[in-house]
């Protein structure tokens, strides 16, 4: 029993885990890609280079500085490996977020649905949050750009379920009436 239990974990460490990373970097990158298509291409506002130190005195005068443009989209799309390390990293903390809100949850009783839906919509919450943090520190973007990269991931993991989870569960449910 006890070599079953090994070969699972080696089964998710060496198959389950690197293709849900890879996922995860897929849907990031194309989160990334359908935000640009509803933002405007960066501005010269957009430029993090340029704040000066002049403080708030309107009258001096200011050296007139070249803009340059970096990129042609609002946010920069992430190579793969980039779009890795920020879904690891991303795993990680939302691992870590999650075990604390599984224990608060156990603490007030699972049996009690009220606190237990309010646990869960805070967790959401919280987790929408972080996942757009992650995004402003890791990609050269604004927080609430990030905030749209990730409500897209969002839509596109609710897409995935729909196109694909659906028609498997339907199919299974199908297969085991029949059994009966």
């Known amino acids: 029993m006890a070599g079953a239990a090994l070969g699972f974990i080696c089964i998710a460490l060496l198959i389950v ?3 849900a990373l890879l996922i995860a970097a897929a ?3 194309g989160g990334v890609a359908i935000a640009n298509k509803c933002l ?5 506002y957009d430029d993090y280079d340029d704040y000066d130190d002049y403080g708030d005195d309107w009258d001096e005068e200011r050296p007139r500085r070249s803009r340059k443009r970096i990129a042609k989209t609002a946010i920069p799309a992430p190579p793969l490996g980039r779009a890795l390390v920020i879904a690891i990293v991303n795993g990680i903390i939302n691992f870590v977020v999650n075990k604390v809100f599984e224990v608060a949850m156990l603490g007030a009783g699972a049996n009690n649905l009220p606190i237990f839906i309010a646990i869960l919509a805070i967790n959401l919450a919280i987790g929408f949050l972080i ?3 992650i995004r402003t520190a890791m990609l050269p973007t604004t927080f609430p750009r990030a905030c749209l990269v990730v409500l897209f991931e969002i839509l596109i993991y609710i897409a ?3 196109v694909i989870v659906v028609p498997i569960a339907l199919i299974a449910g199908i297969a085991g ?3 009966r």
């Not at 405007?40 to 010269?44: H, L, T």
Request: net charge positive; no cysteine; aromatic share 0%.
């Open 40 to 44: 405007p291409p960066r501005s010269r």
């Open 160 to 162: 995935i379920t729909i």
């Open 177 to 179: 009436a029949g059994l």
């Open 27 to 29: 849907v990031l990158m």
């Open 17 to 19: 885990i690197p293709v």
């Open 131 to 133: 996942n757009a943090g």
